[in-house]
């Protein structure tokens, strides 16, 4: 047997030792999360904030919340290593799932309820259309990304065997603006999230009809960026969170909830 090269044995031994500060190195470094932009860049930042400031907490790490206001960009900073963590709905997760294997799924944010389910709503004002069917005009739809857009309304018109083409529709870039745009009157109708709709009640939105149940928003981690002892250390601290803490946040407040495959079958072809 030949003897091992010197040089070769001085590498090894300088990428054994180096290892724990390359990982502690990791574990140190800031994070970015970046939300689903459903409303305006402040009222996101604050909903979130109590959130992130706990997990800094019991991380022991730095979490800066980026806003993007597009869903795709949202997409394509988590493909490029530029986003740690991100907030998904179960369309956009589908759509990153299918481009990349980094995506993890961390937890379900709960809703109101305290279930991991919500549904998106066809809204319009107190003088707008009674049924579906007499919707004639285009709808306002926040982004092509959004589950509570083209999805959710074609989900609602098959049921009053009608196509969403058939009256056509807007992009307006979030819930909030479709919500605005439609109590203004300048859309008959359109889609948001229900717990959007049931926001703006009090400035006569009023809600059509709902879709099924969908599986909620989700937390979920980038496998290129994090470690796996990170992510399972996140992943236990969003299921785990006290009540007596999440009591004064927004997003998060009613807990969360294990990620199950079986949930997102309606979205994810066969799954993987």
């Known amino acids: 047997m030949k003897p091992i090269p010197s040089v070769m044995i001085f590498f090894v031994t300088w990428l054994v030792s180096a ?3 390359y990982s502690s190195a990791l574990a140190a470094r800031e994070l970015v999360f970046i939300p689903l932009p459903l409303e305006n860049q402040e009222t996101t930042l604050a909903a979130h904030t109590p959130l992130i400031r706990y997990l800094e907490q019991e991380m022991g790490v730095s979490i800066r919340i980026h806003y993007e206001k597009e ?5 394509r900073l988590f493909k490029a290593g530029k986003a740690d ?4 709905g179960p369309l956009p997760f589908a ?3 299918k481009e990349t294997d980094s995506v993890r799924p961390l937890a379900i944010i709960n809703e109101s309820d305290g279930k991991p389910y919500y549904t998106c709503s066809l809204v319009t004002s ?3 259309p009674t049924t579906v069917s007499a919707i004639s005009r285009p709808l306002a739809l926040s982004q092509k990304l959004s589950t509570c857009a083209s999805f959710a309304a074609s989900l609602i018109f098959k049921n009053q065997y009608q196509e969403i083409e058939q009256v056509g529709f807007s992009y307006l870039g979030n819930h909030e603006k479709v919500a605005l745009a439609v109590i203004r009157g300048e859309f008959a109708a359109g889609i948001v999230k229900t717990q959007v709709a049931k926001k703006y009640r009090h400035l006569t939105l009023a809600i059509l009809e709902e879709t099924p149940a969908l599986p909620g928003f989700m937390i979920a981690g980038n496998q ?3 470690s796996e002892q990170q992510l ?7 299921l785990q969170a006290p009540a007596e803490t999440r009591s004064s946040w927004i997003v998060g407040k009613e ?6 495959i079986q949930d997102f079958t309606l979205f994810i072809d066969g799954g993987r």
């Not at 963590?85 to 998904?88: A, F, R, S």
């Not at 399972?232 to 969003?238: A, N, P, Y």
């Open 19 to 21: 290892l724990p500060f």
């Open 71 to 75: 869903y795709e960009q949202i997409l």
């Open 85 to 88: 963590l991100v907030q998904l």
């Open 95 to 97: 759509t990153l799932r």
């Open 126 to 128: 107190f003088d707008g």
């Open 224 to 226: 290129a960026t994090m």
């Open 232 to 238: 399972g250390q996140l992943e236990q601290i969003l």
């Open 255 to 260: 807990g969360f909830s294990a990620y199950s």
